[in-house]
């Protein structure tokens, strides 16, 4: 007999949504997509589910890393309830060598 203090679903064997943000910036764009996934789902999972790859066509998982609240993790990791997943563009220049050129001009 359930005691009320289980998950909803957990009697029909159903797992709950989790809510969870998507987020992408460029200079001139920036978008923020709320969705639910099945409990379990992973970054990977996420970013797929969410369009964002039809939205912006230069975002290549194989390049682009990602996050979780600005902690790089991998697409495989585990999303928690209301995790925002972001998408990081690469830097244009390496910022030891953007440092050292400043340094040189002076």
Do not use: W
């Amino acid at each position: 007999m359930p005691d009320g203090h289980g998950k909803s679903g957990s009697d029909t064997g159903q797992t709950e949504d989790i809510a969870v943000e998507i987020v992408y910036a460029r200079p001139e764009a920036q978008v923020l997509l709320g969705l639910k996934l099945p409990e379990g789902s992973t970054v990977g999972q996420a970013i797929e589910a969410s369009g964002i790859l039809a939205l912006f066509s230069e975002i290549d998982l194989a390049v682009n890393k990602v996050g979780i609240f600005g902690s790089v993790c991998e697409l495989d990791h585990p999303l928690k309830p209301h995790d925002r997943v972001e998408i990081y563009r690469p830097l244009p220049h390496d910022p030891k060598d953007a440092r050292r050129l400043r340094a040189m001009k002076k």
